[in-house]
């Protein structure tokens, strides 16, 4: 399926030279809510809630995606005010979990949980994939990976590109000031990207592909 990484242009040009990701911490996630998608009202399940994502962000982080480049928030948000760009990837059907949206937090029978000896896989899956119905916007999906297994520079984790994670093409911001040149000088030897731009739609409030940038395909001519 293809997925989405908003991104400003240093870092765009950065990934694209080291085929490398940015992995997420989990305690670094801009949603006060992650992973406290339960009804806390008992201080029993906030302790085992906390407790839980405590544990989790020393062993796991997140990579995220989204399903569609065209929306402006994300492009506000994530593209450095449209001046970023996206990273387009094919990945892997199998690979990423869809964040579900919800405007109620769920009640969780802690103390059973706890009895059972913590949180199942089913609890931890519905856990990292759940947020609030406002950030539906984002149509996010994560992929989440291991910290044990990334790559690691300069105290941040990385996960490489892969057959399962391709990068197939980037997409320059409206306010981009990448070139192509800049973005061909950062591609490796056998790598092949598409790339485009985008700008503001006439006629709607969307990002849409500027066709008078004409696309090319970006690959070492070695």
């Known amino acids: 399926m293809r997925a989405f990484h908003f991104t400003a242009a240093p870092y765009a040009l950065e990934n694209i030279r080291h085929q490398r990701l940015k992995v997420a911490r989990i305690m670094d996630l801009n949603d006060p809510f992650e992973f406290l998608c339960g009804d806390l009202a008992d201080p029993k399940a906030r302790r085992a809630f906390r407790a839980f994502k405590e544990y989790e962000s020393r062993r796991s982080g997140l990579l995220c995606f989204s399903k569609g480049w065209r929306n402006p928030l994300m492009w506000s948000h994530y593209g450095d005010s449209h001046k970023g760009a996206v990273l387009e990837f094919e990945l892997n059907d199998e690979l990423p979990e869809a964040v579900a949206y919800e405007s109620n937090r769920f009640p969780f029978d802690v103390p059973s949980i706890l009895a059972a000896g913590g949180f199942s896989e089913e609890h931890a899956r519905r856990i990292y994939a759940t947020k609030a119905a406002h950030w539906r916007y984002e149509r996010e999906l994560r992929v989440a990976t291991r910290l044990s297994e990334c790559i690691v520079d300069n105290d ?50 969307n990002v849409v592909r500027d066709k008078s940038f004409l696309e090319e395909l970006i690959h070492d001519k070695a």
Do not use: N
């Not at 981009?176 to 790598?191: D, I």
């Open 156 to 205: 941040l984790y990385f996960e490489p590109f892969s057959k399962d994670m391709r990068l197939v093409g980037l997409i320059l911001g409206p306010f981009c000031e990448l070139t192509p040149e800049q973005v061909r000088g950062a591609v490796p030897a056998g790598v092949h990207i598409r790339l485009r731009r985008a700008r503001l739609a006439f006629r709607s409030f």
